[in-house]
């Protein structure tokens, strides 16, 4: 299963829009995505209370300015699945559990709820206890029925179709019911409040990994007074230590101190700076080279994108610390519609597709962003490295081979068509170079520019005109299992959940997936089921090409104070950063 579609960097932004979820870890070999995932097991502390540990040297005060190149799609909880947006908005949304980073490793630990959960004997039933006394930004009490509000908030996916979706699958009567703004109302059978402090959800069949779920924003509790629909993001309720002091969607956030929350009751987060400051849309290349300068204000800025190749030679001894780096769970793809492109023109693709190429032009780094052969990213449990030649990742094609492929197949001048970023240089570069390496091996092609602000919401349409690059074209585990990947992105439901990576719509996957997730977890990882499917997926259906791994490297300002890696979204801890002060 999955969520938090991978941060567009630049870069990604260049190569394919992407989507993603929480790491396992760990680190090791090939920049962390060769490890030894046999041992892993998810991790959980149900005992944990606030407030959170403190961080040693922290000091109060100051604004922390986030430069960021890309644009999240939202700031609505119901609506958020790519990472940026679900890790900025951890400062003031809180769900029922939370990560807390131990060590660099994430662990799921209660959050606005007492515990992470108690199921019921025939797995069909979750209660949380809910902790008493929380409020909201204004001072207004947070009740049951806010939380069971924002869920039945969720169901309304023709309004916030662009967030997770596993309600849709799991949740009692998941089929039936569409949200609070319907003929039904928010009359739902799929949640109960049976008193103030208790929240009951009912599941259609057993989930083992709802305690992880409930992790989104999604869960954050909404008041059913307050919710204006696609208006809420613009002045949504706070839970946590920060709040909403406005938001202009696409250009620039800005949050202040919340004053009614509470850290005796956040095991999670802290309130160390006054104020963040997020202007995004800006040029990745002049941004990073600012926060890097760290001149003036500057030295109290950071970019959340993977650093740009070309800045390399700037991190030297002397600010070594200011680049952050961490192994990811993320593998970006590039993405083929299986409806509309038939699997022998598919094979063509992997064969003309210009691999080393658009790795330089897009910046990318090997220890940031090695090239991928599998669909699983290594710091996953189930991953097991293998090549299936011409899809590693790597070498710039072979088109005459392509036009053999194409002409055997019967389809000369097979036109493939995409969107990419128009107003973002790197982005029109790569679509430059991926179309001319396309039709040197006989293809059509039809890039398609659209502004920068606009892409993922067309990418993600998974009916939309183009049959490449739609998104996901990258994913993250939504939490360490294999599970938080492959039914939510290759089963055929995964296309009207807005998740499916190629549109594959197969009955034999359907029920091999349905299979190894009906296993014990541990037998399942013992005999390589995973992995098995993993290469199976890519040998005989080929949704899309393996381009690359993406690992953290990210550049602090100077003065930036614990700059580490929220790894549950392969983003800056922001709730554990602090501003130097003299």
Known sequence: MAW???????????????????????????????????????????????????????????????????????????????????????????????????DGAPVL???????LGTVSEDGLSWTFKLKKGIKYHDGTPVK??????????????????????????????HDKYKGPYGSGGDSYAGVETPDDNTLVIKLDKPWKDLPYYVSFPLFTPIPKSKDTRQNYEKSPMSTGPYMV????????????????WDPNTDPVRHQYVDNFVFKFGLDPVKVQRQVLASSGPDANTLNYSNLDSTLLPLVTDQNKDQLIKAPGTCTVFFTMDSRRIPIEVRRAVAAAYP????????????????AASTILPGAVPGY??????????????????????????????FQLSWYYSNDDNIATQVSQARAQALEKAGFKVKPIGVPKANIRKLTGDQNGPVNTGKSPAGWCSDWPSPTSWFSVLFKSQAIAEGNSVGQLENKELDAEIDRIEAMDPNE????????????????????????????????????????????????????????KQS
């Open 355 to 370: 691999y080393d190429s658009l790795r330089k032009i897009a910046g990318l780094t090997d220890f940031a962003d090695p």
């Open 524 to 579: 399942a990882l013992k005999n390589g089921e995973w992995a098995k499917l993993d290469r199976k997926i890519l040998e005989e259906y080929l949704p899309a090409l393996p381009i690359r791994y993406s690992n953290v490297a990210f550049p602090v300002g100077k003065n930036i104070g614990n700059p580490e890696v929220d790894t549950a979204f392969g983003m800056p801890h922001f709730a554990r950063m602090f501003l």
């Open 384 to 413: 097991e490295k293998y090549e299936i030649p011409g899809l590693n990742g790597k070498g710039d094609g072979d088109p005459e081979k392509a036009k053999e492929m194409l002409k055997a197949a019967g389809k000369e001048g």
């Open 144 to 173: 049951a029925e806010d939380y069971a509000y924002a869920i039945k908030r969720s169901f309304a996916h023709e309004i916030f179709s662009d967030g997770p979706a596993y309600q849709l699958s799991f949740f009692k009567d």
């Open 109 to 115: 630990v209660p959050d606005l709820a007492e515990d």
């Open 4 to 102: 938090k579609r991978i941060t567009a960097l630049a870069a990604v932004a260049a190569l394919g829009v992407a989507s993603c979820g929480s790491p396992s870890g760990s680190s090791g070999n090939n920049n962390g995505n060769e490890i030894d995932t046999s041992a892993q097991a998810q991790v959980m502390d149900a005992a944990a209370k606030g407030p959170a540990k403190p961080v040693e040297g922290a000091t109060k005060g100051g604004t922390m300015t986030i430069l960021s190149d890309v644009t999240p799609s939202t700031m609505d909880p119901t609506n958020t699945y790519y990472v940026d947006g679900s890790a900025i908005q951890k400062l003031f949304f809180r769900g029922l559990t939370q990560y807390d980073i131990r």
């Open 245 to 260: 002091q406005s938001y202009a969607p696409g250009t620039e956030l800005k949050l202040t101190k919340n004053p009614n």
